[in-house]
């Protein structure tokens, strides 16, 4: 798509900030108005579309693909995103370690337990872990209170947070972005635990390198989102 337009700029609205191109407020794909809950996140999304050359690359963009996500997708299906997000606590990367080698399983466990010890410190939810390839059940009650913590997301922070647990495979480790414990670097640092040692053990595959560094962005994109989001700038 050609760029249509010369000027753009925010404009505070009743629910909000709305981006203006050449004076005319921007809608999604599915028509609603593009009302973004923060001055900051709609100061970043204005900045995508003013640097857009003559031809619009929307691979450039992911803050606006997150918002599109978040008005025309979660905000009608919120609860059904918040128990799609939360099922990941049931099979939580975190819980699922190696039994060989033995310089795997101890790295896991210097990663991965001390966010799993966060999450019964801070929210009283214990989460089992096992090793090999036996699955392990956890405590309903416990994943109920993770349903209900995702519950109290709004639209444009759980289209960031499915984004982080997708990537990762981890509940746990969106939390732990959520609240501040774990930035971008170290989200994706402690989802690829396995695939670095592997890496380190056998070399690095080139086409699953690029494909990685185009995840890790993707991520990098959501956490910036979910900042972005809840930012109190004004």
Not at 159 to 180: D, E, K, M, P, Y
Request: charged share 20%.
């Amino acid at each position: 798509m050609k760029r249509f337009y010369s000027t753009v700029r925010v404009r505070p609205v009743d629910d909000g900030f709305s981006i203006l191109l050449d004076e005319r407020p921007m809608r999604t794909p599915a028509k609603h108005p593009f009302s973004l809950p923060t001055v900051a996140l709609a100061d970043a999304i204005a900045e995508e579309w003013e640097v857009q050359p003559a031809k619009i690359d929307p691979s450039t963009m992911p803050l606006t693909r997150h918002a599109y996500t978040a008005i025309d997708g979660v905000r009608t299906h919120a609860s059904q995103v918040a128990d799609e997000i939360a099922r990941f606590g049931e099979t939580d990367l975190l819980c699922y370690r190696a039994d060989a080698p033995e310089a795997l399983a101890r790295q896991q466990a210097e990663a991965w337990q001390p966010l799993l010890d966060w999450l019964y410190e801070t929210y009283g939810v214990g989460l089992v872990s096992t090793s090999g390839v036996v699955p392990t059940t956890q405590d309903p009650g416990g994943i109920g209170v993770l349903r209900r913590l995702v519950g109290g997301y709004n639209a444009f922070e759980l289209a960031a947070l499915h984004t982080v647990v997708s990537i990762s495979g981890s509940l746990v480790i969106g939390f732990a972005v959520a609240t501040g414990r774990l930035d971008a670097e170290n989200a994706w640092r402690l989802s690829r635990v396995d695939h670095d040692f592997q890496a380190d053990r056998w070399g690095v595959d080139h086409e699953a390198a690029a494909l990685a560094a185009k995840t890790e962005g993707d991520l990098a994109a959501a956490v910036r989102f979910l900042a972005l989001a809840r930012s109190s700038q004004s």
